[in-house]
C-alpha cells in the first residue's frame, strides 16, 4: 500500500521560509511523478508544483513561480517544497501527491496517490 507523509508544515512570518518533505513508502520512487497541491480555507484544492519522475522536468503555478522549488531525493524516496518569501496569501494546508508514470500535470486528476496535508500558517 502506497503512503505518502507530509511533513515540515508550521508558522511563520510574511518574508520567512518553510521547507515541507514528502516521504512516500509502499512503492518504488522511480517512474512515479508527483505535484505539490494546498488548500485554504474556503477555497478548492490548487495547484503549486510538479516533478517529472526523474527530476528533469518541473512545474509551478504562476502564484508560486520564482519563490517555490520542487526537489526530490531517490535515495530517501522523499519530495522536498523549498518555499522562500512566504505571503499571508500562502497559508493553506499543503498536500503531496503521486502517481505511476513519467509526466508531471497540475491536474488533481492525474495523481493516485495522497498524503493528509501539512499545515501551513504565514503571519503578515
Known sequence: QV???ESGGGLVQA???LRLSCAVSGRTFSNYAMAWFRQAPGK???FVAASSWNSANTLYADSVKGRFT???????HTMYLQM???KDKDTAVYYCAG???EYKSPRAVRYADWGEGTQV???S
Do not use: F, Y
Open 3 to 5: 503512503q505518502l507523509v
Open 15 to 17: 518574508g520567512g521560509s
Open 44 to 46: 478548492e484544492r490548487e
Open 70 to 76: 520542487i526537489a526530490r531525493d531517490e535515495a530517501k
Open 84 to 86: 522562500n518569501r512566504l
Open 99 to 101: 502517481g505511476p508514470g
Open 121 to 123: 500558517t504565514v503571519s
